[in-house]
């Protein structure tokens, strides 16, 4: 299915959050190229998926710090610690969970469901991303890396979100 066209002004403003992201991502992906395509890469997949891609840049530092080589004790793999099963639920058996791309697409449509089951309630929707329901650590530490790392120049990190939804 092919997209429409994006308006001039979603471009620049995608443009303007991937230059705000850049220099803070800088100190968990030391290599430019693969910075400035992994975040045009979120803002896409965050996007298609109604996330604030601030919210995916937390969720990845607090889940494997940008590795996307990362594997949990548990076998979550990937910049967004993808559980396997989800391959069978959403995918392909030939998904590699390793490749960036594919682990976002995974990450954030895992996320929006996520929310929409919670109702928009992000504190239980980050829980049940991180089988954690019922505590709120992760959402605790998640909302913290938002709020000192990835809230946009200028921005609260609560209003932005509300305002993407």
Sequence with gaps: MRQAP????????ARQWIRDMTPRLARYVADDAYRQALLARVHQEARLAGL????VLAVIQVE?????????????????????????????????????????????????HYLAVERGDLTRALARYNGSLGKTWYPERVMRALATRWTPT????????????
Excluded at 52 to 55: H, S, Y
């Design 6 to 13: 994006r308006a001039p002004a979603e471009i620049w403003a």
């Design 52 to 55: 604030a891609p601030e919210l």
């Design 64 to 112: 494997s710090a940008f590795r996307a080589d990362a594997v949990s004790s548990a076998g979550a793999t990937g910049l967004m610690q993808i559980m396997p099963f989800w391959i069978r639920e959403l995918g392909l058996p030939a998904d590699d969970l390793k490749d960036p791309w594919r682990n976002l697409r995974y990450g954030c449509t895992i996320l929006a």
């Design 154 to 165: 200028g921005g609260d990190a609560m209003e932005h979100l509300t305002a993407e939804r």
